[in-house]
């Protein structure tokens, strides 16, 4: 393995595995050129069908028929069927070539019985006369068999229909199939292990404008009534301000939003309160809607409102004519323009807006070959030794992938690919690693590390081959938990569509015309998680909460002095380029190099003699920086870096506060109350130094490479631009440029210019940080 500057145990490591698309292999059959960033994986596949006419062996004329497909010392079983004499299973079990230490394999009809299971018959078949099937030939048609004593002379009863072939890891049937180093799970456990692909919901922000109520009936007329409306969604529930208006006519003109997903389950619950006392409110009317009936709108247009009837006494689902009741007004929408944020901003899969109707066509497409994982460290204890039941989750737009689990295996094997659309360069694609739970009493699924690769920094129709290490942070300390192997190529379907993206806003325009608040965004994306993880762990296998929430960071945005100290120094380095130049300036002044301090000196004469000059010289200067350190452009993806993260040199105090609950639990009501408070804002100005160093870094990346295609962009735009004011009078330049600062208000709209699109999609190091 070559071992890059960072010669430490946390460094990024280039490897070599034998996959087709890294060139190690040459040649091949059409598995290799489907999976072509993963190592080529040989199984034996042996699908049990069903069985007919098995004969009885219970005092009752019955059997209770399972199946045993053995090869050497690996075994798979069905489930048994009581009573059946006719049974169907339907399942396929894959061994490991790399594991067979047989030459034959057998597969035994048993009856279960209580004390011992009887043998019905059996069937066995040399493995060199087991045919080959190469994807995309259809599936191996299976045959039936007649059944054998253990004399091998044929039954007069007794068949089984069986389909047996040699295949990869590209078969159909290999993401459902049983594997045979996961025999000891059973029947039962063995969908808790499988790989799945998982899709999250479509995501939707309600927006809930209260506008007024109507002939309210309050219980004491004799009293100012105080009048809000709530509204509930599920498990969300949002309060509009009291009135102004004291009466029973009430007016807020107050919008709410919400997070909903398809297919929409829940009905949206008004209820206008009267606050009567300070613990006290009494419910004046309800209605329920349901959102099937709510508008969709894609832009910013207002949709018509309504007057809804409130009733005292509510009985959900029941509807009935009323003759005269309150009202309320209101105007309800799904808002398609948005993009949902599910995903930190910084280190988003996906922009996109909600509703299909506003989305582009893709750029490229993503491939990841996640090969395997090394020195995985132990999560659970089994017999008395440390072990690690290990799978992978990626998640990159609403596709979220899972591998097979590895059971109790440190250094796992998956050797699984996956592919994604892109509709944007500037994303992130996120791969977890974990240990399965569920195969210890159904405990929680433990985190072991995560990798984030940022697409931009990619470049086309390359595979890159390295082994990730897995970086947590415990309150212990910083610690490597292991490595992973991924191979990752991003194709590029349309060049000239994925350099035009770098001049779109980030964001759907939405997020522009009609924005929401910093606070507001963050309470609906809590509540999106919570959306996403909820609707994940109800499918099979579940993808359960706490994987969910640790893909996603949820809890990146609380206070940190290690995560403060980072930022800081972020901005430091920065700014070290200012100081750089400040004192390189100071230096030419104090003639420390007299032959430096003439040529300046001549050159600042030309530039005022020539004032047309100036941003020509610049902007060649700037495009020969960018072609000189084209030479050292990285030439592998930025990975965590505890350096960054401040994650080396944190003291065991800062790392005890981090780890401390929200609120905290220590010291006495009034320290919590201040503790709490002090990291809410310690929180804002973390984010807010944050946002400087990152601002700083995409300055920095123009010229880095580490987006080729950026830096690439805006090389070409310093030789463009040089030679536009070499030929145009710098005066007309002045002229047009101060016109369109000065421009009408009319001429401007609210959407951001290219050039501040352009600069917003440079990568920072904001994906790099722990």
Known sequence: MKKFPANDEFALKQTAPKIAGSGVIIGGDKVISAYDLVEQMEYLYVRVVKAKELPAKDVTGSCDPYVEVKLGNYKGVTKHFEKKSNPVWNLVFAFS???????YVEVVVKDKDVVLDDFIGRISFDLVDVPRRVPPDSPLAPQWYKLEDKKGERLKKGEIMLALWKGTQADDVFPDAWHSDAAAV???????IRGKVYLSPRLWYLRVNIIQCQDLIL????????????VILGNQALKTKISHVKSVNPAWNEDLVFVVAEPFEEPLVITVEDRVSSNKDEILGKCLILLNSVPRRLDNKPVSAKWHNLEKHFVEGEKKETKFASKIHMRICLDGGYHVLDESTYYSSDYRPTSKLLWKSSIGILELGIISATSLSTMKTKDGRGTTDAYCVAKYGPKWIRTRTIIDNVSPRWNEQYTWE???????????????????????????GKVRIRLSTLETERVYTHSYPLIVLKPSGVKKMGEVQLAVRFSCTSYLNMLQKYTHPLLPKMHYVHPMSVTQLDILRYQAIQIVSTRLGRAEPPLKKEVIEYMLDMGSHLWSVRKAKANFMRIMNVMGGVIAIGKWFDQICHWKNPLTTILIHILFVILVLYPELIFPTLFLYLFFIGIWRYRWKPRHPPHMDIRLSHADSVGMDDLDEEFDTFPTSKGSDLVRMRYDRLRSIGGRIQTVIGDLAMQGERFHSLLSWRDPRASALFVA?????????YVTPFQIVVLLAGFYVLRHPKLRTNVPSYGTNFFKRLSARSDCML
């Open 97 to 103: 070539q790399d594991q067979l230490q047989a030459s």
């Open 186 to 192: 059973g029947s039962e456990g063995v969908s808790r």
């Open 219 to 230: 219980s004491d007329k004799s009293r100012a009534p105080e009048v809000c409306v709530k």
């Open 422 to 448: 892109v509709f944007d360069p500037c994303t992130v694609i996120t791969i977890g690693v974990f240990d399965n739970g569920h195969l210890q009493g159904g405990g929680k699924d433990a985190c072991i």
């Open 717 to 725: 735009f310093c030789l463009f631009a040089a030679i536009v004011m």
